[in-house]
């Protein structure tokens, strides 16, 4: 069976056909057929491809249900793809075959190789609530990070200030591969040295007004006190121990009354103590240091 034609013999365009060009609609549309360009917008392309016109100008690539992007390839066998994923605002880079290069609708951008950044001599100059990474062309050449203030801070070996006070520096020490802040914190392989004061986060529990706490993962030390008030015996829960190996946690009658108004510390459900579920501290001022071993507590 055939397949019928019809054609218009006779088709009417706004526009002219001149030696292989073509214009239609006084240049919404053109063809350069000496050089191989379309123009949109334009008489006159200047690249294959030529879109121009006053205001702002896009080009709109739209899957209903699916990818949307651009291919691009410099020969026959390599490519690649700058496209938005179905059912997401993120700009994806597809590279050798996997995504490479992920800028997500938050505004993260996800790696997948080595980051380089061209040497320079300077910042640039000051962004509000804008800070910048890059590399000195000093010799040798050095990271370093400037605030929105403009303040610079030199990153990696032979740094010596990150927070721009001669009181609470952070460098790492040459040949050494630690971290040192202001000859009072020392990190060193797997040892932490401090060699001034410590201050440590302190909660305290009122017990004229609370019964029952449930730990925190931020928590060290627990202070207990009536504050005043009409004490009462207090429990104190603990985190489940999965995943805390190594957490220390110290718990303290302040006010001197737990010799009659009870601390008991209770474990995450059978969780223990020194093998028991729970430990009572029943004398006035009494202190306990809790370690966590991965599986229970530990009294040290």
């Known amino acids: 069976m055939g397949i019928p034609t019809v054609f218009d013999t006779s088709p009417t365009y706004t526009g002219t056909v001149t030696a292989g060009d073509l214009e239609i609609d006084s240049g919404t549309l053109s063809i350069d057929a000496t050089n191989n360009r379309v123009g949109i917008g334009t008489l006159a392309p200047v690249r294959s491809l030529h879109i121009s016109g006053s205001g702002s100008q896009r080009i709109l690539v739209e899957s209903t249900d699916g990818q949307a992007g651009i291919e691009l390839k410099s020969d026959s066998t390599n490519g690649v793809i700058i496209y938005s994923p179905n059912a997401s605002d993120d700009l994806e880079f597809y590279l050798g075959g996997e995504d490479r290069v992920v800028f997500s609708e938050v505004g993260d951008v996800h790696a997948d190789g080595s980051l380089f950044v061209k040497a320079k001599a300077d910042a640039l100059a000051d962004i509000a609530s804008y800070g910048q990474i890059w590399v000195n062309t000093a010799t040798p050449n050095e990271l370093y990070f400037?605030?929105?203030?403009?303040?610079?801070?030199?990153?990696?070996?032979?740094?010596?200030?990150?927070?721009?006070?001669?009181?609470?520096?952070?460098?790492?020490?040459?040949?050494?591969?630690?971290?040192?802040?202001?000859?009072?914190?020392?990190?060193?392989?797997?040892?932490?040295?401090?060699?001034?004061?410590?201050?440590?986060?302190?909660?305290?529990?009122?017990?004229?007004?609370?019964?029952?706490?449930?730990?925190?993962?931020?928590?060290?030390?627990?202070?207990?006190?009536?504050?005043?008030?009409?004490?009462?015996?207090?429990?104190?829960?603990?985190?489940?121990?999965?995943?805390?190996?190594?957490?220390?946690?110290?718990?303290?009658?302040?006010?001197?009354?737990?010799?009659?108004?009870?601390?008991?510390?209770?474990?995450?459900?059978?969780?223990?103590?020194?093998?028991?579920?729970?430990?009572?501290?029943?004398?006035?001022?009494?202190?306990?240091?809790?370690?966590?071993?991965?599986?229970?507590?530990?009294?040290?």
């Not at 410590?198 to 009122?206: A, E, F, G, N, S």
């Not at 805390?244 to 995450?268: A, M």
């Not at 729970?278 to 001022?285: I, R």
């Open 146 to 300: 400037t605030d929105d203030a403009g303040t610079d801070f030199q990153l990696g070996a032979g740094a010596t200030a990150l927070s721009g006070t001669t009181n609470n520096t952070i460098c790492t020490v040459t040949g050494a591969n630690a971290i040192q802040g202001e000859a009072n914190l020392l990190f060193d392989g797997n040892a932490l040295t401090v060699t001034g004061g410590q201050i440590v986060k302190r909660v305290i529990l009122d017990t004229s007004s609370t019964t029952s706490y449930n730990v925190l993962a931020t928590d060290y030390y627990i202070g207990v006190g009536s504050a005043g008030g009409t004490a009462q015996a207090l429990t104190i829960n603990l985190q489940a121990v999965s995943g805390l190996e190594g957490r220390v946690i110290i718990i303290k009658d302040e006010s001197g009354e737990c010799g009659t108004y009870n601390i008991t510390i209770d474990g995450d459900g059978s969780e223990t103590i020194d093998g028991q579920t729970t430990q009572v501290m029943n004398s006035n001022f009494a202190s306990v240091t809790l370690v966590c071993n991965g599986a229970s507590w530990s009294i040290v």
